[in-house]
């Protein structure tokens, strides 16, 4: 089962997706995919680390999730955005080649028998058109990576102020 849990900025869309991962496990995997760039980027990470509690299995990984074995167990990855940063940035700004190696990483872990994914991404392309031409391209990386995500999943879900609206999945018009 492979959720796909999108939105807006501060939309509500980890608490969400927090919420229905231990509405499924009583223990939960959480992936973070944050890179840490900077002392503010450290502190947003140990907020969210104070969120969870012992309940959680942590895991850092920034961009090879096929290191992880997801069979059997719910995990909850947070974030497609700044996962894709990670190959973004590493690829000097290669739209198709960061596309490319990130479809292939998710196909890699789609597969794993018996795993309940629940991924959240945002819709960075709803807000104000981007200044620069690596913001336009980043732009369009997480398009078509959410396109392709959502392709694949299960349900998604659209937070929009805090309020899930189900887009796709069992009892949606889809």
């Not at 807006?8 to 995997?29: C, H, T």
């Not at 090879?64 to 996962?83: H, N, P, Q, R």
């Not at 940063?85 to 960061?98: A, E, M």
Request: net charge negative.
């Amino acid at each position: 089962m492979f959720y796909l849990i999108t939105g807006g900025e501060r939309s509500g869309k980890s608490s969400y997706a927090q919420n229905l991962a231990l509405e499924l496990s009583d223990a939960p995997m959480y992936v973070a995919t944050a890179r840490k760039w900077d002392s503010d980027f450290q502190n947003r990470i140990d907020r969210h680390q104070q969120d969870r509690d012992q309940r959680w299995t942590n895991i850092e990984e920034e961009k090879y999730l096929s290191k992880i074995d997801f069979s059997g167990k719910v995990a909850l990855i947070d974030c497609v955005t700044l996962w894709l940063t990670n190959f973004f940035v590493d690829h000097k700004n290669d739209v198709s080649l960061s596309l490319e190696e990130a479809k292939k990483e998710f196909l890699s872990i789609a597969n794993q028998e018996n795993a309940v994914l629940i991924i959240v991404t945002n819709e960075i392309g709803m807000g104000v058109h981007a200044h620069t031409e690596i913001g336009r391209k980043f732009t369009e990386l997480q398009g078509w990576m959410n396109q392709f995500l959502a392709s694949k999943a299960d349900e998604v879900v659209l937070m929009v102020s805090g309020i899930p609206v189900k887009i796709k999945g069992e009892n949606s018009k889809f």
